[in-house]
């Protein structure tokens, strides 16, 4: 997991060097010809998927990226929306362990986790792109700590819900789903509950 996160960030900085390498020197052309011409769209695409093709990301398996929307009905006026991520490594098909990030108003929250979760594939029957539907229900349990003094002590972190995986990217395939999680242990309100919706991605398992 250590490994694929650093090839994320690693992934996410070159690329955003390389855009920033191309802007400036659209910038310095405009400037001493003063004509007016867009960029290479094609060429900066090219050089993002030169630099994912290189990180080792692409060759990468047994992951999972999944950002989210969070509400906390329960959580002080104003900082009842938020969100978050989940970066899972799949150690086999029913059970991940991985890194979450939340941030709900004034409380933010990076927690460690396992997730146990159970594929099913309810439209098999139907043959055809239909086998490659998934529906997975899961569970999520870890241990958090507050960021940047948004709180003290250890939390127990704990979601349940389901996704409905569909569709291939990448050699990797979509998801989508709902959750229903605590914070044992959070500052007054935020311990109540949250229910998240995300939208997310994974490769093998």
């Known amino acids: 997991m250590k490994n694929i996160f650093l090839k994320t960030i690693g ?4 690329s955003l060097c390389l ?19 867009p960029p290479s769209v094609a060429a900066g ?6 630099a994912l093709s290189t990180s080792g990301l692409a060759t990468a398996t047994n992951y999972a ?3 989210y929307l969070t509400y906390a009905p329960s959580a002080p006026t104003g900082n009842q929306i938020g969100g978050g991520a989940f970066l899972c490594y799949n150690v086999s098909t029913f059970i991940g362990t991985g890194l979450g990030v939340d941030y709900l108003g004034q409380f933010s929250l990076v927690s460690a986790q396992v997730q146990l979760k159970v594929p099913t594939h309810p439209f098999t029957f139907i043959g055809g792109s239909w086998t490659n539907v998934a529906f997975v229900p899961f569970a999520l349990a870890g241990v958090g700590t507050p960021l940047n003094g948004t709180g003290n002590g250890a939390i127990a972190v704990t979601d349940a819900g389901a996704y409905v995986g569909f569709g291939h990217l990448w050699g990797g395939q979509f ?14 309100g935020y311990a109540g ?13």
């Open 19 to 37: 855009c920033a390498s191309t802007l400036s020197i659209h910038a310095q052309s405009t400037n001493s010809t003063n004509a007016v011409s």
């Open 65 to 67: 990226v999944e950002p």
């Open 11 to 14: 992934t996410v900085t070159l």
């Open 175 to 188: 998801n989508t789903g709902v959750a229903l999680g605590k914070w044992n242990g959070a500052p007054t």
């Open 45 to 50: 695409l090219t050089q993002i998927y030169n």
């Open 193 to 205: 509950t949250r229910y998240h919706f995300f939208l997310g991605w994974l490769k093998g398992f």
